[in-house]
């Protein structure tokens, strides 16, 4: 698939989403590449009249949003969200997902806990049979990380998973830094055959702050392919 074709795809799933939105609103707004497509369509339906508000999930968001015109608040102002659009790295069939390869898991995270509904919007590439494919982002304090590198690469290979974890560089090859200040290791496990066994085990280790499995928080997954637009629901 080529980046162009990519990108259309990317933007029929974000147009599908927007539908779901209703006045009145109070949205997560996601990040990465296919969320900026539904900010962005977001935005147009604002500068037609729609009263939304926004909680944007990474200082990139954020920005767009206020360059576009997308009105914005706090979790802190709103604790409650009525729908959160974001996308994900891999979706499985009932809706778990990794997400976290633009850097924003632990905002995203606790934007969609706070969310009565969340929806994520992909294209087909990222629907897969079993996670793992992506490597999966796990957010850590800079403090001994070199320690907590190896116990997560000891809890994934625990877990049925082994693999290596590398600390995420910049392009520039410097430490990779989240937005609330945290390092971020992407471990290569190839196939994830127990997601929940796997979320519990990282959460346990001292010095990970979030994961980047996504685990019943996804109520709708929008897949759009070749052949069109999908909607999954979770069962």
């Known amino acids: 698939m080529s980046p162009s074709d990519a990108e259309k795809l990317k933007y029929a799933a974000a147009a599908r989403a927007v539908e779901f939105v209703r006045p009145g609103m109070r949205l997560g707004l996601g990040t990465g590449s296919t969320a900026k497509h539904f900010v962005a369509l977001l935005?147009?339906?604002?500068?037609?009249?729609?009263?939304?508000?926004?909680?944007?999930?990474?200082?990139?968001?954020?920005?767009?949003?206020?360059?576009?015109?997308?009105?914005?608040t706090t979790?802190?102002?709103?604790?409650?969200?009525?729908?959160?659009?974001?996308?994900?790295?891999?979706?499985?069939?009932?809706?778990?997902?990794?997400?976290?390869?633009?850097?924003a898991l632990l905002r995203e995270k606790i934007v969609a806990a706070a969310s009565a509904r969340m929806i994520v919007i992909a294209d087909a590439s990222k629907y897969v049979p079993v996670l793992g494919r992506?490597?999966?982002?796990?957010?850590?304090?800079?403090?001994?990380?070199?320690?907590?590198?190896r116990a997560v690469e000891a809890a994934a290979a625990d877990c049925g998973c082994p693999g290596a974890a590398q600390p995420r560089k910049t392009r520039e090859g410097h430490a990779f830094v989240t937005d609330s200040g945290h390092l971020l290791l992407d471990a290569a496990l190839a196939r994830i055959p127990e997601p929940a066994a796997l979320a519990r085990a990282l959460v346990a280790i001292p010095g990970?702050?979030?994961?980047?499995?996504?685990?019943?928080?996804?109520q709708i997954a929008i897949i759009?392919?070749?052949d069109g637009v999908t909607i999954v629901e979770r069962t």
């Open 134 to 149: 992506y490597p999966l982002p796990v957010e850590v304090i800079p403090f001994g990380v070199v320690a907590t590198r």
């Open 224 to 226: 759009a392919g070749s």
């Open 43 to 72: 935005a147009e339906r604002v500068r037609d009249g729609l009263d939304i508000v926004g909680v944007p999930t990474s200082e990139a968001t954020r920005a767009d949003a206020q360059r576009q015109g997308v009105p914005l």
């Open 208 to 218: 990970v702050v979030e994961h980047g499995l996504f685990i019943g928080l996804a």
């Open 75 to 103: 979790l802190d102002e709103v604790p409650e969200l009525d729908l959160t659009v974001d996308g994900a790295d891999e979706i499985a069939p009932d809706l778990t997902l990794i997400k976290g390869g633009g850097g």
